[in-house]
């Protein structure tokens, strides 16, 4: 069984329990887990795609999705593709007896962008967008595989966050620095920094999912444009990243793109976590 038709294979299972219901998804979890080796982790030349899923912890629905997310980041299905993904949190659910802990109006107003320049009506979660051109079907195995291989096709700038440190008097504060090279793409682009949680648990106590115990990975914290990249130039910069009081260091994932104004089209993307 070759690389990609054992990636897919634990994909598509996971796909099946989320469009099929919870009775599937402890079997689709198991086999998943059985079908995955570590071949599945990607290479150092795998094109970067970024995976952005709207959610909310007030949401019925978003649960499943949130389980799909950590598949994709865990199991790295698409073949030649480096799968970076990015739980955003809204707000709009927050008034429904659940104020999500992870929510933010910076996130809302991202996705509210998004919806204008993909031709959605409205915002609704869950919603997972691909290197910010492409909603993702997500109860439809073979859309969610054909989004994600034509995302890992497009052409990319090489991002590298180097020099990935805690500051030595102070945890709370990280240092980077972030280099591309040219930007060969016909735009000028901004530069992103994101600061995210590997690993979230949580226990809702009201609202949709009352008495749910949640998990999400790569919990969006902090967007923070760091600059712009000229078309036909390099960008290089340190940069200085801010952790919310109480975020454990070693929970941290940091995550460098590059996109078109918009927000438009991903034009490179990196992630990196702090040494332990």
Same mark, same amino acid.
């Given at each position: 069984m070759n690389r990609g038709f054992v990636g897919w294979f634990a994909f598509l299972l996971v796909a099946l329990a989320f469009s099929c219901g919870p009775q599937f998804a402890a079997?689709?979890?198991?086999?998943?887990? $059985?079908?995955?080796?570590?071949?599945?982790?990607? $290479?150092?030349?795998?094109?970067?795609? =970024? !995976?952005?899923?709207?959610?909310?912890?007030?949401c019925s629905s978003c649960p499943p999705a949130d389980g799909l997310l950590q598949k994709l980041d865990v199991h790295q299905p698409i073949l030649g593709a480096q799968l970076i993904v990015l739980s955003e949190h809204v707000t709009y659910w927050d008034h429904d007896g659940w104020k999500d802990p992870n929510s933010s109006a910076e996130l809302t107003d991202r996705q509210a962008s998004y919806e204008?320049? =993909?031709?959605?009506?409205?915002?609704?979660?869950?919603?997972?967008?691909?290197d910010g051109t492409a909603i993702v079907q997500m109860t439809k195995p073979d859309l969610v595989k054909s989004a994600l291989e034509k995302a890992a096709a497009s052409p990319k700038i090489p991002v590298r966050i180097g020099d990935l440190s805690v500051d030595a008097g102070n945890p709370a #504060?990280?240092?980077?620095?972030?280099?591309? /090279?040219?930007?060969?793409? *016909?735009?000028?682009?901004?530069?992103? #920094?994101?600061?995210?949680? /590997?690993? !979230?648990? $949580?226990?809702v106590l009201k609202g949709e999912n009352g008495g749910k115990h949640l998990t999400h990975v790569a919990v969006a914290q902090e967007f923070t444009k760091i600059g712009k990249i000229e078309k036909g130039k390099?960008? *290089?910069?340190?940069?200085?990243?801010? =952790?919310?009081?109480?975020?454990?260091?070693?929970?941290?994932?940091?995550?460098?793109?590059?996109?078109?104004?918009?927000?438009?089209?991903?034009?490179?993307?990196?992630?990196?976590?702090?040494? $332990?």
């Open positions: 079997f689709a979890a198991a086999q998943a887990e $059985s079908h995955t080796t570590n071949a599945l982790m990607p $290479s150092a030349e795998a094109h970067p795609v =970024l !995976v952005e899923l709207f959610t909310s912890e007030g204008e320049k =993909l031709g959605e009506k409205t915002s609704y979660t869950p919603q997972m967008i691909a #504060v990280l240092h980077a620095r972030i280099d591309t /090279d040219a930007n060969d793409d *016909s735009h000028n682009a901004d530069v992103y #920094v994101v600061v995210a949680l /590997d690993h !979230v648990e $949580s226990q390099t960008f *290089s910069k340190e940069v200085q990243v801010n =952790l919310k009081p109480g975020t454990d260091p070693k929970n941290v994932r940091v995550i460098a793109f590059i996109q078109e104004s918009g927000p438009g089209k991903m034009l490179g993307a990196a992630l990196r976590k702090p040494a $332990s």
